[in-house]
Nanobody, 122 residues
Framework: QVQLVESGGGLVQPGGSLRLSCAASGLIFSSAAMSWYRQAPGKERELVVTITIDGGSTNYADSVKGRFTISRDNAKNTVYLQMNSLKPEDTAVYYC???????????????WGQGTQVTVSS
């Protein structure tokens, strides 16, 4: 059973920082592309950033470029999202997504975490 568990969300003032973590289990993490999405109230879920299996390539949404940084630690089966210079419009539930397989010759599938709330407010 694949599990993605996000942590690190909370309330922060504008200009502040947070670091989200997503711990994965039940899949071959080192061969999974990992992404962070977010969904603000009344809006559709949007892609924030994706990182490739070796961390060599990332793709950020324009709205977070230069402020957010994704990284992964394949030894710990964990992906991180460092968020700096936070703005009120970054307020959302942040979700971790893995696209990977549970065994070597299995199909690639998408798996989602339960989400963690980030609120940016003074």
């Amino acid at each position: 059973q694949v599990q993605l568990v996000e942590s690190g969300g909370g309330l922060v003032q504008p200009g502040g920082s947070l670091r989200l973590s997503c711990a994965a289990s039940g899949l071959i993490f080192s061969s999974a592309a990992m992404s962070w999405y977010r969904q603000a109230p009344g809006k559709e879920r949007e892609l924030v950033v994706t990182i490739t299996i070796d961390g060599g390539s990332t793709n950020y949404a324009d709205s977070v470029k230069g402020r957010f940084t994704i990284s992964r630690d394949n030894a710990k089966n964990t992906v991180y999202l460092q968020m700096n210079s936070l703005k009120p419009e970054d307020t959302a539930v942040y979700y971790c997504k893995a696209r990977g397989r549970t065994w070597r010759f299995g199909p690639n599938s998408d798996y989602w975490g339960q989400g963690t709330q980030v609120t940016v407010s003074s």
